[in-house]
């Protein structure tokens, strides 16, 4: 987040998403001897109906007021769904601000509590994607899942949590995404610089994907995952959210294959694992361990 994109980020969204359309997309002749991915500035604004001067005004960021009008055509062009619309419009319409004073991310008293008697794998994660807190059933799960982890920095870089996934490549672009989506124009949170200056130096498939600018929503869905004891698990997953934080719950159909996986996982584990359900703070951020509440 420290390149152009801090102060030009409407064109650096745009050039990134033209690049993505093809020009059979498009519904245009492929052509020869193109020299850059994806289609030309002046076929975009070609088919946006402005003028390509206007068009590189905006990719180099020297108009920043497009009207909605246009914002609407370059979304057609560019063939972007319902969110990578609203995040489009977002970018236009965002304008300077002095930076905000960040709240610690806090997890409720009444969350432990409910952590501590859900017997499904359950965590409270962050706006970074930080594990904040957990219960037993998450920490069998998966051992990434205890406080003081972050998902995206195991998603990416831990081999364990690689083959966890049956479908790595699509878990990974779902939550770099999700990433750029809740960063929004808070790019000025020191956890969020820190986490991708990070993760753009140690992960390849990160800084292809960021690259890439794309967005979305993860609220809920359903994830293959490979457990190195009950193996093979087809869980649903959740996201509820509470006060500043999110609630993330995973969930097999009942009496299901993977039902029964989960019961014996719960039998094979220890009730109450070290750090299990922790209460946890941040200092710009990152979770940080404190006292555990005992369940009543």
């Known amino acids: 987040m420290r390149d152009n994109e801090s102060g030009n980020r409407l064109g650096s969204y745009l050039r990134a998403r033209r690049e993505l359309v093809s020009p059979a997309q498009a519904g245009l002749p492929p052509g020869g001897n193109r020299r850059v991915p994806g289609l030309r500035r002046e076929e975009v604004a070609l088919l946006a109906g402005i003028s390509p001067d206007y068009y590189l005004r905006l990719e180099r960021g020297r108009d920043k007021n497009p009207s909605p009008q246009v914002l609407e055509s370059l979304a057609r062009v560019l063939q972007l769904d319902d969110v990578e619309r609203a995040y489009l419009l977002g970018l236009a319409a965002a304008h300077p601000r002095a930076p905000r004073r960040k709240r610690p991310e ?3 008293a009444r969350v432990h509590e409910l952590l501590a008697h859900l017997q499904i794998p359950a965590f409270v994660e962050g706006r970074a994607f930080d594990v904040l807190a957990s219960n037993a059933m998450a920490v069998a799960l998966s051992p990434r899942l205890r406080p003081g982890q972050n998902r995206l920095r195991s998603l990416l870089l831990d081999p364990e949590e690689q083959a966890f996934h049956q479908d790595w490549t699509k878990a990974t672009a779902e939550i770099v995404a999700a990433l750029r989506t809740t960063i929004g124009d808070d ?4 956890r969020f610089v820190e986490l ?4 753009a ?9 960021w690259a890439r600018h794309d967005v979305r929503t993860i609220d809920g869905g359903t994830t293959t995952v490979h457990h190195p004891v009950v193996g093979e698990l087809r869980l649903h997953r959740d996201k509820l959210p509470i006060a500043d934080v999110i609630l993330v719950v995973y969930y097999p159909d009942k009496d299901s294959d993977s039902d029964e996986k989960l019961q014996l996982l719960a039998a094979l584990s220890p009730a109450e694992p070290p750090g299990h359900v922790g209460t946890t703070g941040t200092a710009q951020g990152r979770p940080t361990g404190g006292p555990h509440p005992k369940p009543r």
Not at 201 to 209: A, D, G, I
């Open 187 to 190: 790019t000025d949170n020191p």
């Open 106 to 108: 806090h997890v409720p």
């Open 196 to 199: 991708v200056g990070e993760l």
């Open 201 to 209: 130096l140690s992960s390849e498939r990160f800084r292809v994907l």
